[in-house]
């Protein structure tokens, strides 16, 4: 777990991250998460890219078999139990909300973007529209500030406490690139 300020993310870390994304990290300032084995899980983004395009997502999950199961509560519509938990639970909505101000903390502490100023991310803070983002946060800043992000990762069939890479070196053509 590590919070911004960040340390600038080493060339391996950043390879390794391509590879989990199956495209060049972009924007990348930090990892926020590691597994196990210490491979990067989740990477922190820069609230404007180097082309000038605003990014909200500080808190991005790269780490494949995270994704992954994070895409089957997707699939199998555990937002939508999310969001009617949201509409239930009043202190649930005040935590949440509380986690959105969390994650605009961290954020701004990095710079402000007028245009995304007050965005955060994952549908925070009225709803739940990414569970990536949500979990992402909740590996980043640890248990007991995103609630439904921490919901989602006990429900998830991956968890941070067992390895689950499958690629962490660059094959030989990724490294040529």
């Not at 994304?21 to 922190?44: N, S």
């Not at 739940?128 to 921490?150: E, F, M, Q, W």
């Amino acid at each position: 777990m590590v919070r911004p300020p960040f340390d600038e993310p080493d060339p391996k870390d950043l390879e390794v991250v391509s590879i989990q994304l199956g495209r060049p990290a972009r924007g990348v300032i930090g990892i926020a998460a590691r597994c196990r084995c210490g491979a990067p899980t989740v990477v922190a983004t820069a609230p404007q890219l180097e082309d000038g395009t605003p990014f909200p997502t500080l808190y991005y999950l790269s780490h494949p078999a995270a994704t992954a199961a994070v895409s089957q509560l997707e699939a199998n519509g555990q937002m939508a139990s999310f969001n009617d938990l949201l509409f239930q639970d009043e202190r649930l909505r005040l935590e949440y909300r509380n986690a959105h101000e969390s994650y605009l903390r961290d954020r701004e502490s990095l710079g402000v973007v007028h245009e995304i100023e007050g965005i955060s991310a994952g549908g925070m803070p009225t709803r739940v529209k990414c569970l990536h983002a949500l979990v992402a946060h909740s590996l980043a800043v640890g248990a007991g500030i995103n609630p439904i992000g921490d919901r989602a990762l006990e429900l998830a069939t991956w968890s941070p406490d067992e390895c689950a890479c499958q690629l962490t070196e660059p094959t030989q053509s990724q490294a040529d690139r």
